[in-house]
């Protein structure tokens, strides 16, 4: 069973900025693709940006100014870096990899946005 281990959530001031880590039990690698998805309270889960194989990124359009996903090979994590922070962005944000037809999530990290 794959694990994915993510950190970096909390409390944080509109404006400013978070950085979220993920590691998962198997190689970065061994995935189609990882990335963040997020959801808010009584909303749907959604994405919010992922790191294909080949190094490719995706973005939620309304996210792609603000936050930038990476991944460090050497230290097998992906990271999610917000910057610009708003009140909305408060969401549990879950860390994914793809293996064709199975997903695999984390535990979610909770990221509160306020004043």
């Known amino acids: 069973q794959v694990q994915l281990v993510e950190s970096g959530g909390g409390l944080v001031q509109p404006g400013y900025s978070l950085l979220l880590s993920c590691t998962p039990s198997?190689?970065?690698?061994?995935?189609?693709?990882m990335g963040w998805y997020r959801q808010a309270p009584g909303s749907q889960r959604e994405l919010v940006a992922n790191?294909?194989?080949?190094?490719?990124?995706n973005y939620a359009d309304s996210l792609r100014a603000r936050f930038t996903v990476s991944r460090d090979i050497a230290e097998n994590t992906i990271y999610l870096q917000m910057n610009s922070l708003k009140p909305e962005d408060t969401a549990v944000y879950y860390c994914?990899?793809?293996?064709?037809?199975?997903?695999?999530w984390g535990q979610g990290t909770l990221v509160t946005v306020s004043s």
């Open positions: 198997e190689r970065i690698f061994d995935f189609n693709a």
């Open positions: 994914n990899a793809n293996l064709g037809s199975r997903n695999f």
């Open positions: 790191i294909n194989h080949d190094g490719r990124t």
